[in-house]
């Protein structure tokens, strides 16, 4: 019987098939680059705020403390955001007639509260405590980057599942001395294995990678 292809279609299809397998890999690639990218994840962009509040200038300069303002850090679930009153304590003085600060003085005076935008959100079928992380020896500088050298915040990590997961899998190689967490100048150690191993054992922290910890 005569051939109905030529002989060369067989390197053809070879050809295209191994496109074929080359193209979709890519495709899955440039998937797997861009889920991880800024522009999903908005790491590293500046969030624009109603007033041009620098974490830089008060906590880096003005070493206050991040309880000062987040003053539920440590027993609930949410950080907490300062009042305006909060502001003001040392504001109804300091810079009070500055143009930067208006906006603050508007709210205290009309008592309507300053619509920060968020920075860092999950969704909502996914649970987060700040408290227990906290409490378990797990610093702000661990997720949130140097917030002290931030004029605006700007996300330092994805919030990404992999991300939470990668902690909760092996936590020893992330947590620190509890009287550290605040500590925005706090390095892991050259023997941090050593550390993190004694500090879970301490604080009696469990790898916790079942799903309902976190979809509950
Ligand atoms: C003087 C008050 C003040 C202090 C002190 C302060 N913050 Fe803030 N923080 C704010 C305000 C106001 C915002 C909202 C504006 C913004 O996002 O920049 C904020 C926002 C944040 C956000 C982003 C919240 C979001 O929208 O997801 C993080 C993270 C944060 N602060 C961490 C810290 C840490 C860590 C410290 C201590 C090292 C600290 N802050 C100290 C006032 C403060
Ligand atoms: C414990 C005192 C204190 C508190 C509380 C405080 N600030 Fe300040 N703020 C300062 C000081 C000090 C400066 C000068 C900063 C510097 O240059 O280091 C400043 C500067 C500023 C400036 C820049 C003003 C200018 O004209 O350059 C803004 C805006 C500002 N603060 C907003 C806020 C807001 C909003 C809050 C509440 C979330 C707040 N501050 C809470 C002490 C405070
Ligand atoms: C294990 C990671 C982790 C640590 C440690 C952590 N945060 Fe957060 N933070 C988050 C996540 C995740 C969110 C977003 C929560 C949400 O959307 O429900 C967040 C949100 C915030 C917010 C916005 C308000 C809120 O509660 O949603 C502030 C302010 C904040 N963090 C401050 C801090 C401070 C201050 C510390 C250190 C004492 C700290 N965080 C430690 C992960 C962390
Ligand atoms: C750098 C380490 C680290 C990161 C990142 C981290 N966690 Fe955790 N998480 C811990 C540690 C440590 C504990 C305490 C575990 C224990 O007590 O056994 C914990 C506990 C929790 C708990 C409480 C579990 C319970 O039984 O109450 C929840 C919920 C949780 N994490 C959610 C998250 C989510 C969601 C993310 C990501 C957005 C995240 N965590 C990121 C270290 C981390
Ligand atoms: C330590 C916390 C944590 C644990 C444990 C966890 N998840 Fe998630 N999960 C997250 C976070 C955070 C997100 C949101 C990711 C985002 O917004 O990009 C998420 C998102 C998801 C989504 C939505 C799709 C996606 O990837 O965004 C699915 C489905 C999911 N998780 C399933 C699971 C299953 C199944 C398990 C158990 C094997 C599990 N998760 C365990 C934190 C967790």
């Known amino acids: 019987m005569a051939q109905i292809f030529h002989r060369s279609t067989n390197t053809l299809s070879r050809l295209s098939i191994f496109g074929a397998v080359f193209i979709i890999g890519g495709l899955f690639t440039v998937g797997a680059i861009l889920v991880?990218?800024?522009?999903?994840?908005?790491?590293?962009?500046?969030?624009?705020?109603?007033?041009?509040?620098?974490?830089?200038?008060?906590?880096?300069?003005?070493?206050?403390?991040?309880?000062?303002?987040?003053?539920?850090?440590?027993?609930?679930?949410?950080?907490?955001?300062p009042a305006t009153e909060t502001c003001m304590h040392c504001h109804s003085q300091l810079f009070n007639d500055s143009p930067m600060l208006q906006p603050v003085t508007t709210s205290a005076a009309t008592g309507l509260p300053?619509?920060?935008?968020?920075?860092?959100?999950?969704?909502?079928?996914?649970?987060f405590d700040h408290s227990i992380h906290v409490n378990k020896g797990v610093g702000c500088t661990t997720c949130h980057g140097q917030v002290d050298e931030m004029p605006l915040i700007q996300k330092a990590t994805s919030l990404q599942m992999t991300w939470c997961l990668e902690c909760h899998r092996d936590p020893a190689r992330f947590v620190r001395p509890r009287d550290e967490v605040f500590s925005m100048t706090w390095q892991p150690p050259p023997d941090q294995a050593a550390l993190g191993a004694k500090l879970v054992s301490e604080y009696h922290i469990t790898s916790k990678t079942n799903c309902w910890t976190c979809h509950r």
């Open 36 to 81: 991880r990218s800024p522009y999903v994840t908005n790491v590293g962009v500046p969030v624009p705020q109603p007033v041009l509040f620098s974490h830089k200038h008060h906590v880096g300069d003005d070493g206050i403390d991040c309880r000062y303002c987040h003053a539920s850090v440590e027993v609930s679930a949410f950080a907490g955001m």
């Open 114 to 127: 300053i619509a920060w935008n968020r920075v860092y959100q999950l969704p909502d079928f996914v649970y």
